[in-house]
């Protein structure tokens, strides 16, 4: 009848636009799905890009310095505020403390001291967070946990791999891994502690981060007893750590 006619073309074209709008929100999800896919990725290679080269670091520092007279700790998180940062590398000697932001970057690079914002050149410029900047909200958070002056007792070092490439010439504590070990060295000479105060001062700073595991506390460790083995006392003068 033309009445059951015209009711089932209506069911149909409202069946077929159903089909349509489910296919392309099926194919929206599916794009979303990939793009987010894409982008867990490449923030996972980023991660392991950064992963390696702060490894490299870390053979640099190990093998450049005497684990008699400095302690290394890798990969700290400390809280400032109601917020936590994550340090790459602290050095706690009895010339100081130096905290060290790692960047693992194929990249051409150009900031000055006094710049916010810095320019990593790939493809094209693209801005970042003054790395500088960065490393002193660390050393801030640092400070405020361990009740030190960072003005007196602790050096701000930011390095960068050996495939970066300087634009300019960089201030004297921004360097490639290659020089950090060296840079640390050249401050021998005026003592901040006690060498017996070292292994005090990493285990506060290991106390403050949440995410030390034993096995990473086992691993610091080892460098907190060499230190102890160490029995050179610097002058009096020299800051006791409570």
């Known amino acids: 009848?033309?009445?059951?006619?015209?009711?089932?073309?209506?069911?149909c074209f409202c069946v077929a636009i159903a089909v349509f709008f489910a296919a392309c929100l099926l194919r929206l999800s599916g794009k979303g799905r990939a793009e987010t896919a894409s982008r867990r990725l490449a923030w996972l290679k980023n991660k392991e890009i950064g992963d390696k080269g702060e490894f490299r670091l870390w053979v640099i520092l190990e093998n450049g310095l005497n684990k008699m007279a400095f302690i290394i700790l890798h990969d700290i998180h400390l809280p400032i505020g109601d917020k936590t940062t994550q340090i790459d590398f602290i050095v706690v000697s009895c010339w100081g403390i130096f905290v060290i932001e790692a960047k693992t970057w194929n990249a051409s690079i150009y900031g000055e001291a006094?710049?916010?914002e810095w320019i990593a050149y790939y493809d094209r410029a693209k801005p970042f967070p003054s790395p500088l900047l960065q490393n002193d909200w660390h050393i801030q958070a640092l400070s405020s946990c361990i009740g030190l002056d960072p003005k007196q007792y602790m050096k701000s070092i930011v390095a960068f791999a050996a495939e970066t490439v300087f634009r300019m010439d960089p201030p004297e504590n921004v360097m490639h891994f290659r020089d950090v070990p060296g840079y640390i060295l050249s401050h021998l000479g005026d003592f901040c502690f006690r060498a017996d105060d070292l292994p005090r001062i990493a285990d506060t700073i290991l106390d403050w981060d949440p995410t030390i595991t034993p096995e990473t506390r086992d691993e610091h460790t080892t460098n907190i007893l060499?230190?102890?083995l160490m029995r050179y006392y610097p002058p009096t003068h020299a800051r006791t750590y409570p």
């Open 1 to 11: 009848m033309p009445g059951d006619s015209a009711s089932l073309f209506v069911t």
């Open 114 to 116: 006094t710049d916010s």
């Open 226 to 228: 060499l230190a102890r």
